[in-house]
Each structure stands twice: as C-alpha cells, then as structure tokens.
C-alpha cells in the first residue's frame, strides 16, 4: 500500500526555518516525481514545489522562489522542503504528494503538517 | 499566477447530476491536456478523482467524468450521493508550474 507520512511541522517565528520532511513507503520511490501542496486555513489548495524522480529537476511557485528548497534522498525514501524566511502567509497545512507516473497529477497524499508562523 | 477560476458552490439533490466548471487561459487549461480535479473531505487530504482531463484512476466511481473544451474543464457528478458532499478543486499544468482552482463546495440537497 502507498503510504506517505508528512513531519517536521510547528510553530516558527517569523524570518525563521524550518525543514519538512515526507517519508514514503509501497511503492518505487525514486522513479516518481513528488510534490508538496499547501493549504492555509480555510482556504483552497496551493501547489508549492516539485521535483523529479531523479532531483536533478526542481520546480517552485513564484511565492516560494528562492526561499524554499526542496530535495529527495532517494536511499531513504524520503522528500524534504526546507523553508527559510517564513511569514505568515506561510502559514498552512503542507501535504506531499505522489506523482501520476509522468502525468501532473497527484494520487496518493499524505496526512499534511502543519506549519504556524507566528510571533 | 492567479489561479483557475471556480464557482464557489454548486448543489443537487440525489440521483440528479451537476457540473462543476474551471476557467483558465490558453497557458494552463487551454494549452496543456493536464488537468485534475480532487475531492476534499473536511479535515481529510484530498482524493484524486479524474487526472489529464478526463482519466479516472482505479477505484473512482465512472459517476464522476472529466471534460474540456477551450479554456475550461468540468467535473460532471452523476448521480449524485450523500458521500459526494465535499470541496472539489482543479488543477493545470501551466508550464514549469501547476495551478489550482479556487475550490467549489458541492452540496447534496
């Protein structure tokens, strides 16, 4: 069974860091692209960043462009977005999200974590 | 970047059919055939219901098509039931970057 499971999540200060972390179980890992999705509360979805299966290719919203990095370690099975210089608007619950082979669509997500940026 | 356009609601009672609409532009919907639309039940992650426009993955019921035609894609439920009761939203490949629709609470009457 495909199983992904969102951690890293919390309270941050503003212009602070934090580190996502997705660790993914039941299937091929690295020949799927994977992505992350944002949801502040109450609001809509919002698709953050991407990365091919490899890491070679990266992907970002313009909101997130050159604040946050995603990567993978293919041995561990495992996808991170490491965000710096948070605001507020950062403010959500953050899922990652598995690929449709090479479609841009995602069929197994996880359960989010949620990310509060406050003072 | 400004997102797919979506009615914010649209209701029916049961058994009855409804058609819920995502308006882009030729860079998004019009140019690519990537469009998805997800369920979202409240406080649950979404569910991939229809993939490149009008696919469905293994296990989504065939009530639920995908259509486009110019710049705006619909997501037709038919014959509706309770369970279908959720935020649905669309999404467009749009070049190096994905959009999402704003979101449409669907509601069984």
């Known amino acids: 069974e495909v199983h992904l499971l969102e951690s890293g999540g919390g309270l941050v200060q503003p212009g602070g860091s934090l580190r996502l972390s997705c660790a993914a179980s039941?299937?091929?890992?690295?020949?799927?692209?994977m992505t992350w999705v944002r949801q502040a509360p109450g609001k809509g979805l919002h698709w953050v960043s991407a990365?091919?299966?490899?890491?070679?290719?990266?992907y970002y919203a313009d909101s997130v462009k050159g604040r946050f990095t995603i990567s993978r370690d293919n041995s561990r099975n495992t996808l991170f977005l490491q965000m710096n210089s948070l605001s507020a608007d950062d403010t959500a619950v953050y899922y990652c999200?598995?690929?449709?082979?090479?479609?841009?669509?995602?069929?197994?997500w996880g359960q989010g974590t949620l990310v509060t940026v406050s003072s | 970047q400004s997102a797919l356009t979506q009615p914010p609601s649209a209701s029916g009672s049961p058994g009855q059919s409804v058609t819920i609409s995502c308006t882009g532009t030729?860079?998004?919907?019009?140019?690519?055939?990537?469009v998805s639309w997800y369920q979202q039940h409240p406080g649950k992650a979404p569910k991939l219901m229809i993939y490149?426009?009008?696919k469905r993955p293994s296990g989504v019921p065939d009530r639920f098509s995908g259509s486009k035609s110019g710049n705006t894609a619909s997501l037709t439920v038919s014959g509706l039931q309770a369970e279908d009761e959720a935020d649905y939203y669309c999404?467009?490949?749009?070049?190096?970057?994905?959009?999402f629709g704003g979101g449409t609470k669907l509601t069984v009457l």
């Open positions: 030729g860079s998004d919907v019009g140019g690519y055939n990537y």
């Open positions: 039941g299937f091929t890992f690295a020949t799927n692209a």
């Open positions: 999200a598995k690929n449709v082979g090479s479609a841009v669509a995602y069929d197994c």
């Open positions: 999404s467009s490949y749009a070049g190096t970057i994905v959009l």
């Open positions: 490149e426009v009008s």
């Open positions: 990365i091919d299966g490899s890491g070679a290719y990266t």
